[in-house]
């Protein structure tokens, strides 16, 4: 069988009203004594404290229950809690989100589970202070994971991280240094790789049973309209400066914040990394020995809003992008529409150079031949709960199905052609650097966004 994904907090970034200096000077000295490392000075808010370079975490053993808290409630990051609260080793002890309106949900499921209120936070950053805690979801907008996972890591907490794991390529890369410096487990939430039909797929062509790959294809379909809306106080239950965090703060609208926000580029990018992560990773993985994935040479794409100029969404809502890899070599087409007639409406191809396609998609996979006739197929994968992977890396520190640094690759793949978009070209890849080459695409915001004051990217 083939297993086919394998072969102390700083506070600069830390926006909130003045704490008092008995709290101030409690929090360092508890930080001092937790934390290991030699501290360091840190400044917000016009104060200066201390903060740990490395965290000293709780060592979850085999037997240990999990503490668990949720960044993020009532979507992706609910399910994600629910998921993990279906094992016996753990507990959900802490949530945490800036719209009072989406924690009831949550709140009544945890106490249902384990007959005791949950802790709720405003700011996650006092969830990661507390000690018994082990782990934390972070279930948030694309814009916040980069923040909240590198807070996490140097609070010495593992993660599961929602998928794309960030908003740019320069987040992306940090992120991946926070994993490595502070030793954390981080599982994405790219749960495909561990469905039957997705590892089967995969599988398959790693073991070269439709001979040489000449051509990938992945697809979503978008037909998503979030309307017209006007700009208006935000509600009273929800903390719209915390909510837009580092992004550029504009002006409340009901139509772009909780899920819509996806196609919305001051917090999203689009379908090509809302589902490019999913649809484009299983061709990446499909064309590497692991979860060290290939990189394309480069990537040209084009495409606007042409289907719902109308809509109050800035994201592409058509897209093809082209992408060149040279080892091995091949081509990877990469498209967002609104329709493909006789495949299901998003799906990832695998074309031999004899003409078979090995499709597949949520719920099924196919081997077709040159002339469209459907093959006989065999099951090679390794399927797995994506949950229990994460909670049995924690305990073993093994590395998840979904590791951060592999997810990075793929989110970095798919936001190259927000850069070619933006940069109206083409932008190339070094895989020496891990890093755009030249200058086009560099000034893309999705290659790096400014930070709004006073947040700022923590330096790993």
Known sequence: MVDPTQSALPQSSRPRAGLSRRELLTRAGTAAAALAAAPVAHAFDGVTHLAATRAVPRQAGPNDRIVVGLIGCNGMGSVNMKNLMRFGDVEVAALCDVDDDRIPGDFNEVKAKYGRDPKVYRDYRDMLERKDIDAVIIGTPDHWHALQLIHSCQAGKDSYCEKPISYSITEAQAMVRAQQRY????????????????????????????????????????????????????????????????????????????????????????????????MMDIALLGMSKGQDLVMPRRVSAVGGNFAFPDDDRDAWDTIEAVYEFPDPGFVMHWSVGRGYPGRANHGTEFISEDGRTLRVWRGGWQILGPDGKELPKESLGQAADHGRNFLDCIKTRERPRADLASVAQTTMVCLMSNCALDAGGTVEWDAARNDLKGRTGRDSRFYRREYRRPYELPKV
């Open 183 to 278: 030793n954390r487990v981080v599982q994405v939430g790219t749960w495909q790789r561990s469905t039957p039909e997705f590892c089967d797929a995969i599988a398959l062509i790693r073991a070269g049973k439709l001979g040489r790959i000449t051509t990938c294809r992945a697809w979503i379909t978008d037909g998503t309209r979030i309307g017209r809306g006007k700009p208006s106080s935000a509600p009273k239950n929800l903390d719209y400066d915390r909510w837009i965090g580092p992004a550029a703060m504009v002006p409340y609208q009901s139509n772009k914040v909780h899920w819509n926000w996806r196609w919305v580029l001051n917090t999203g990018g689009g379908l090509s990394t809302d589902w490019g992560v999913h």
